[in-house]
């Protein structure tokens, strides 16, 4: 069973960046797809990105495509969310996911890291 650890978050002006990461232990992350959702305050859980085993492919939400980018370090067993052109309505606990391939729904979850965009 892996565990997933998020860091990273933290307080930034609107226009501003951030990097989260998401640290893997218990098992090899080169296994999973990784995913980032994010959940802001009073609204339900949403996908932002996700990315293949490889790092090959990726996804990303309309509402953050080209201004996040997902990535992800095997060797350090360690997936990222680059966010740039931070806005006030990313201010959300952003969670890291991981899934094996023939599963449809994400299995092991990280506790989350709070980012908030001021405007």
């Known amino acids: 069973q892996v565990q997933l650890v998020e860091s990273g978050g933290g307080l930034v002006q609107a226009g501003g960046s951030l990097r989260l990461s998401c640290a893997a232990s218990?098992?090899?992350?080169?296994?999973?797809?990784m995913g980032w959702f994010r959940r802001a305050l009073g609204k339900e859980r949403e996908f932002v990105a996700a990315?293949?085993?490889?790092?090959?492919?990726?996804s990303y939400a309309d509402s953050v495509k080209g201004r996040f980018l997902i990535s992800r370090d095997n060797a350090k067993n360690t997936v990222y969310l680059q966010m740039n052109s931070l806005k006030p309505e990313d201010t959300a606990v952003y969670y890291c996911?991981?899934?094996?391939?023939?599963?449809?729904?994400?299995?092991?979850w990280g506790q989350g890291t709070q980012v908030t965009v001021s405007s």
């Open positions: 990315i293949s085993r490889s790092g090959g492919t990726t």
């Open positions: 996911a991981a899934r094996l391939p023939y599963e449809s729904n994400y299995k092991y």
């Open positions: 218990g098992g090899t992350v080169s296994s999973y797809f």
